[in-house]
């Protein structure tokens, strides 16, 4: 399906999806602000929390230079949300047949997750070619996703789980991945202390020393 899954990974504006759980709201545009101004504004906003919706809503209304987007899609109808909250890309760390439809129908570019072979090809199937890699350490890393690039080569993958600052270069320097997600430069206690400064600094190390390696 060359469209809706290809207009995600082929115009990620950085190698790196910053994935973030949010416990308040009013953190949500100040966060966003840090992590476009250090050269991350595709955001993936995960659905674990309570103020999660309303984090994309504020994001979407008052940070329109950031790409922000909702994780851990699980159920077909935080598709209708995630999209009415304003949503611009949809992650899930798997998929049913019911959840893929669902995004499918949404229009809005999406990555299902995957970690087996199987799951993959299934997808290939469906006309599927961009996913996530979930969760990628766990899952087999970067040998797993080299193993798959010769018999598989139109999958193309956002790795995500464990990924740290170091393995992203690895990761990044395969030919079947396009990004991947992280959490790293976002310390919890950085969110905590609401220091915003540091979340920048983190950000530029990000998109500034892994765009090299892509």
């Not at 199937?125 to 899952?139: L, R």
């Not at 270069?169 to 976002?186: E, K, P, Q």
């Amino acid at each position: 399906m060359s469209g809706v899954t290809d207009q995600l990974l082929d115009n990620t504006p950085a190698p790196v999806i910053p994935v973030v759980v949010l416990d308040h709201v009013a953190d949500a545009v100040p966060l966003a602000r840090a992590l476009v101004a250090g050269g991350l504004p595709a955001i993936e906003i995960t659905l674990r929390t309570p103020a999660a919706l309303d984090a994309i809503r504020a994001i979407a209304a008052d940070v329109p230079e950031a790409t922000v987007g909702a994780g851990t899609l699980l159920r077909p109808d935080q598709v209708e949300e995630a999209v009415d909250a304003g949503a611009r890309f949809l992650v899930s760390p798997g998929w049913t047949e019911r959840l893929l439809g669902a995004m499918r129908e949404s229009g809005v570019p999406f990555l299902p997750g995957v970690s087996t072979t199987s799951e993959v090809v299934t997808l290939l199937e469906k006309g599927v070619t961009e996913m996530k890699f979930f969760p990628a350490e766990a899952a087999g890393g970067t040998p797993y996703l080299r193993s798959l690039a010769s018999p598989l080569p139109e999958a193309r993958f956002c790795p995500t789980g464990g990924i740290t600052a170091e393995s992203a270069r690895d990761y990044l320097a395969l030919a079947n991945v396009a990004c991947v997600g992280g959490t790293w430069m976002l310390p919890p206690d950085a969110i905590a202390a609401r220091d915003w400064e540091r979340i920048r600094g983190l950000a530029v190390e990000a998109a500034e020393g892994l765009s090299a390696v892509l």
